[in-house]
């Protein structure tokens, strides 16, 4: 997570009355937060803990507020011993190892636990839900490993970690630096630590938070990379001389998949007045290899596959993945964290993003080919100079990557606390996994567009699409069309930051310029 926070403008939103929305979440991306919370929900918080103090004086063993966890289940514990159990609780299960989560993720596990606790099913009280937005609106960030969950009961390990600062463990990241917790919470007054009451700990480290802020942030970057992946397909039929009748509405009509009509009508749209169409609309050429013709089919899949899983994740994000829950006088024991739902849409995202990135690397690999009047490697004098030949092998290195990472991780699970949890989801192995195929994903795509830009170049003076030619403007105000070789390295990384961080390139990707 590093040293020390960098200063960004913070998001505000009101958290506790209206469902969190997609809108929000993509204003908010890689942002800090400043949250107020909506006194319906503070009402919620304050009526469920009641009920909590009045059901504990039952003689019935309650889970996780008289008695133990897991495996045992079945210790009754003793009255004057309840908040010790929840202490301890937090400190036996921070045990994640691994690289740090990064402070992006960290934000939403946060936002996202207080989201849940705001629903009002899970006993804890107000004071509790102060400390967690204090940490946020301070951006002051729990230190949480990010391996160790299995992803049922929830991310106990990474949950844990996140909870330790509230009892005074811990370390914590904040614009002063990384520091133990207790100095964290000293030097920017945000109190002394807390004594867990009863349930407390247990809604806490209950939840799927870890896995849902990756697969959120994930939802929020897959969204504009298929914007952007559709946009660089056109790039690439400017710079390939390829045909746009693939992508004719009578024939995605035909086969009406939603993502493949979407795609080819954005695809019809991009390409608007087009000159370099019209060029070679006699040329004789038959059909395009499959990268091109069938690119509706292969990002409409992809899409459709994004969309289902971005309606997962959004009910996730808002729902109580705690256990027990508690309603009215009664607390029910069930499986609400159990991680399943995010795990298979996880996976199915990453064979799907890696689909894209494989796609995109065989158009980077056209380009190369010399034909249609392109110079082979996209560069004049070859021979001295090798063009854009090694591009394509990072691409290729990248899209490798993928395939590897693309494995399901919900197709695994062993059992642990003795048997008692025979079953387990895997989802934040899943969600792991589908950050690093992102990555990758974002890259290949940036090493296509890169590449395209250079094709279309080959093309001048004829005007290309209204998408293409905004999109090459662009690149071309920070990366300049190359005569010869240069440390193309570079050039990858300042178009992959244009493809993450360009407002005027997400704009013409959404149709809008």
Request: hydrophobic share 45%; glycine share 8%; net charge neutral.
């Amino acid at each position: 997570m590093g040293a020390q926070l960098k200063t960004m403008t913070p998001f505000r939103l009101t958290v506790g009355a209206d469902a969190l929305d997609w809108p929000a979440l993509d204003a908010a991306l890689g942002r800090p937060l400043q949250i107020a919370l909506a006194e319906a929900g503070l009402r919620r918080v304050r009526d469920c803990r009641a009920k909590v103090d009045a059901l504990r004086g039952r003689d019935e063993p309650i889970y996780g507020v008289n008695t133990g966890f897991g495996h045992l289940k079945n210790k009754r514990i003793p009255a004057d011993r309840l908040e010790q159990l929840q202490h301890n609780l937090l400190i036996s299960h921070a045990v994640g190892v691994g690289p740090e989560t990064p402070a992006a993720i960290v934000r939403w596990m946060l936002l996202f636990k207080i989201n849940m606790l705001l629903r009002g099913h899970s006993g804890v009280r107000t004071e509790l839900v102060d400390r967690l937005v204090a940490w946020l609106n301070a951006d002051a960030l729990p230190v949480v490993p990010t391996r160790g969950s299995l992803g049922a009961s929830g991310d106990l390990a990474p949950l844990a970690h996140l909870a330790l600062p509230l009892i005074g463990r811990g370390e914590m990241v904040s614009p002063l630096g990384r520091m133990a917790s207790l100095e964290t919470h000293r030097r920017l007054k945000l109190g002394e630590p807390l004594a867990l009451a009863s349930k407390e700990g247990l809604a806490l480290i209950n939840g799927t938070q870890f896995m849902s802020a990756y697969a959120a942030n994930i939802c929020v970057r897959a969204a504009r990379l298929l914007d952007l992946a559709d946009l660089t397909l056109c790039m690439s039929l400017e710079g390939q001389l390829g045909s746009v009748r693939p992508m004719d509405a009578r024939l995605h009509a035909a086969r009406p998949h939603p993502g493949a009509i979407y795609v080819a009508e954005k695809v019809r749209r991009h390409m608007r007045d087009s000159e370099i169409l019209g060029s070679h609309a006699q040329c004789g050429k038959v059909q395009d290899p499959y990268s091109l013709r069938c690119a509706p089919q292969v990002h409409g899949a992809v899409r459709d596959a994004f969309e289902h899983g971005r309606a997962v994740v959004g009910r996730e994000i808002n729902s109580v993945t705690d256990n027990p829950l508690i309603f009215d006088d009664d607390f029910i024991s069930g499986g609400a964290f159990h991680g399943a739902p995010l795990a298979g849409v996880m996976d199915y995202l990453a064979i799907a993003l890696t689909d894209l990135a494989s796609i995109s690397e065989r158009r980077t690999y056209l380009l190369l080919l010399g034909q249609d009047d392109l110079p082979t490697l996209l560069m004049r004098d070859t021979g001295v100079n090798s063009g854009f030949m090694i591009p394509q092998y990072t691409a290729a290195a990248l899209v490798n990557e993928c395939k590897v990472l693309a494995t399901p991780a919900s197709v695994d699970t062993i059992p642990t606390s003795l048997g008692q949890e025979d079953h387990v989801s895997m989802g934040a192995t899943a969600a792991l996994k589908l950050y690093e195929v992102i990555d990758r994903a974002e890259t290949v795509l940036a090493i296509e567009m890169l590449c395209a830009a250079q094709a279309m170049d080959y093309r001048d003076p004829l005007r290309p699409g209204a998408g293409p030619a905004a999109a090459r403007d662009v690149i071309r105000a920070t990366i300049p069309h190359a005569e010869e070789d240069r440390e193309f390295g570079a050039d990858i990384q300042t178009c992959l930051k244009l493809l993450r961080e360009s407002e005027p390139l997400r704009r013409v990707a959404r149709g809008e310029a």
